[in-house]
């Protein structure tokens, strides 16, 4: 699999989050291969994008998101679920993509249709926060080239950013059975 270069990542983060559908994620740490196709993402466009981790600066949990990018960011939600982000952009500029949905293709169980529950199925915890993702270990890989429609809507769960919230920030494939909240 030819992994994503940093390139990849140091673009503006819309760009790059659509970008992301159809492509692999790898997880070969704890000795098994995990795999899955990208299938859903959220946008967060740095420190004045009122739903990102960002906008409340610079912190220890969010220092990731600073940049450089190519690299993990890992956050526990609720006490309960990791979810996983790709760092993009410039270092400094705080944006990430959410990965919000895979399908599986190998050594994956359980749900995958929502961030939490990716995290999970791809064995993903705060272990990763800050991980290259240029690494051999845990990548994000080019696909199979395919054609797909993309739907563009709202984030979802992100209510308190005001108009931030209403947004087309979040981006699936179109028809996908893995998708977690299809429109």
């Not at 220890?60 to 939600?77: D, N, S």
Request: glycine share 10%; charged share 25%.
């Amino acid at each position: 699999m030819q992994k994503l270069p940093r390139e990849f990542y140091d673009r503006d983060t819309i760009l790059v989050a659509r970008e992301l559908l159809g492509k692999f994620l790898v997880n070969k740490t704890g000795g098994v291969e995990r795999i899955g196709k990208i299938v859903e993402v959220e946008a967060y466009l740095g420190e004045h994008d009122l739903a990102a981790h960002s906008s409340k600066g610079k912190t220890e949990r969010t220092k990731i998101m600073f940049g450089p990018p190519g690299y993990a960011y890992v956050y526990l939600i609720y006490g309960i679920y990791n979810c996983m982000n790709v760092v993009t952009e410039r270092e400094g500029h705080a944006s990430a993509v959410l990965l919000r949905a895979i399908e599986p293709v190998k050594n994956l169980e359980g749900r995958t249709c929502g961030p939490g529950l990716l995290c999970r199925a791809l064995n993903i915890d705060k272990r990763l926060n800050g991980h290259d993702l240029l690494s051999d270990d845990f990548f994000l890989a080019e696909s199979e080239v395919e054609n797909f429609s993309i739907v563009k809507g709202p984030r979802i769960g992100v209510e308190y950013a005001k108009h931030w919230a209403k947004r087309h920030l979040r981006f699936y494939i179109k028809g996908n059975p893995f998708v977690s909240r299809p429109q």
